[in-house]
């Protein structure tokens, strides 16, 4: 219950933090706001227009386009988020030496204001959607589950990394390496039919990501119109408690030793 | 808690590790963790302090530099939690341990008043309400729309002070600030303070100026290398502060 009443106190805080990163970001730039939408749209034709050609031995992936900046439009929104909010407690250091506020509001407002990206991203697909003439079935309003799933596991992950990140902070230089790798086991850009000769540890991997249960769950809904099958869906939610119960546990641990490191 | 207290700071002892020796290489490294030889050493800035502040006075603590004086408040104030003992407070604080430590200083002096103000804790529609005052007070009215990294640094402790006492709190918690700005705000400040004291607003004060802690403060505490040398009167522990046999 405290952790309620906290939270409603210093929503107003969050809203702020969200705010003033939305506009230190896109501050000076002609473009502005436009920018997330225009951002995706122009990653996307880069990335469909050289591996629709790498890909055609593999059948014929319906509209690639749009099967592309699903997994994109996720596995970005989890690399930005948690890029981001890993620096948040280094990066409020001279703040939270001086004044008491909670301290996960700083990760948690991170993904929140990669949230609005993700958001922003959503009107990417709609308009490449709109473009490729893809069939839109009433599944689409599904799609609020991945994107649920993906922003709770998430924020486990960014309380995690934020902590971990104070006392090392080696972390900071490691994470970029890692996510390529996560990028790579995740079902993005390739078909997973990609995989059929791949080593068994490989499919396995892949499989156990949480991130591929977020994307083909994401895929199912909004591009091929169907419900995703619900050992999907446990998937998603065993990881995201998982994501969250550690995340909480280290960063509540961790969290009253934080002024000491910064 | 006594009912009248404000503040109660009881056998509070907080301990810092300062890292020794700097090791050069894996071989030291792996020679000392399996010593145990600590990399640290341990350095305890404030030793069993007690003391108790009641609602409405006003309390300058004194000391030398790294006698455990800001230690001391920013454990009053939740930012540092002690390694023993216990600190209480009832109501709401202001710390103003460094003025505008939330600014960004890509926003501006508008957007800043929201983003400090949702750090203190106020809520929006107040803001909104008293942001003529807050701007007013601070004397910015020309450059409300101003990115605040081209104020000066008198600018930004004006709106920082500005928007930490647009509202009554119940404690005011005052590290160092008055040494900013020009003499004409630093009079502001203290007539705004004195105010606040008026209305019971619990006041404490470190300053390296003796003058402005005898000027504001009722009651003074000495600290001296993380332990409570004296308290009472503001004149009397000032005296004794400054006499210079009672120091080395």
């Not at chain 1, 006392?167 to 900071?172: A, E, N, P, V, W």
């Not at chain 2, 007690?50 to 800001?70: A, C, Q, R, T, Y």
């Not at chain 2, 203190?120 to 101003?146: H, K, N, P, T």
Request: hydrophobic share 50%; charged share 20%; net charge neutral.
């Amino acid at each position: 219950m405290k952790f309620i009443s906290v939270f409603v106190k210093y929503r107003a805080l969050i809203d702020q933090l969200v705010i003033r990163d939305i506009k230190t970001k896109y501050r000076r730039s002609i473009l502005g706001l436009f920018w997330t939408v225009l951002n995706p749209l122009l990653m996307m034709a880069v990335l469909s227009i050289v591996f629709s050609y790498f890909f055609s031995r593999y059948g014929n992936i319906d509209n690639f386009p749009v099967y592309l900046l699903c997994g994109q439009v996720i596995f970005n929104f989890f690399n930005e988020s948690t890029t981001i909010a890993m620096g948040s407690i280094i990066h409020s250091g001279e703040l939270i030496k001086k004044v008491y506020v909670p301290k996960y509001l700083f990760p948690v407002s991170k993904v929140m204001s990669s949230g609005v990206n993700l958001l922003a991203s959503m009107i990417a697909l709609v308009i490449v959607m709109v473009v490729t003439r893809a069939r839109v079935t009433p599944t689409v309003l599904l799609a609020v589950f991945p994107l649920a799933y993906v922003m709770l596991f998430s924020v486990g992950a960014s309380l995690f990394l934020s902590a971990v990140a104070v006392s090392f902070r080696d972390l900071l230089h490691l994470y970029g390496v890692m996510t390529t790798a996560w990028m790579y086991l995740t079902p993005v850009i390739y078909p997973m039919e990609i995989l059929e000769n791949a080593p068994r540890w490989v499919v396995f991997i892949v499989n156990l990501n949480p991130l591929t249960a977020f994307v083909k769950i994401f895929r199912c809904v909004v591009l091929e119109g169907v419900t995703a099958p619900a050992i999907l869906h446990i998937q998603s939610l065993v990881w995201c408690g998982i994501a969250l119960a550690v995340g909480a546990f280290v960063f509540r641990k961790s969290q009253d030793k934080f002024i000491l490191k910064i | 808690m006594k009912i009248e207290n404000a503040i109660e700071v009881r056998d509070v002892s907080m301990c810092f590790n300062l890292s020794r020796e700097k090791v050069d290489s894996i071989k030291e490294y792996i020679i000392k963790a399996l010593k145990r030889q600590l990399f640290y050493e341990e350095f305890w800035a404030l030793n069993d302090v007690s003391f108790e502040i009641k609602k409405g006075d006003s309390v300058g603590l004194v000391g030398m530099n790294g006698s455990g004086k800001s230690t001391m408040l920013k454990i009053i104030a939740g930012v540092l939690r002690p390694t023993k003992g216990t600190v209480e407070t009832t109501g709401t604080i202001a710390p103003m341990i460094e003025l505008g430590a939330g600014f960004d200083h890509d926003l501006t002096a508008r957007e800043n008043i929201f983003l400090n103000g949702a750090l203190i804790g106020y809520s929006q529609e107040m803001l909104e309400e008293r942001f003529d005052d807050i701007i007013s007070f601070a004397g910015l009215e020309r450059f409300v729309d101003v990115p605040i990294k081209n104020f000066s640094s008198g600018m930004l402790a004006r709106l920082g002070f500005s928007i930490a006492t647009i509202v009554d709190a119940d404690i005011l918690i005052i590290d160092e600030i008055l040494s900013v700005g020009d003499y004409q705000f630093q009079n502001k400040c203290k007539k705004r303070i004195r105010e606040m004291m008026d209305r019971n607003t619990t006041v404490l004060f470190v300053s390296h100026s003796i003058e402005q802690v005898k000027e504001i403060c009722k009651k003074a505490i000495w600290i001296d290398r993380g332990h409570v040398r004296m308290m009472g009167e503001a004149g009397e522990v000032c005296d004794a502060y400054e006499d210079p046999g009672n120091n080395g």
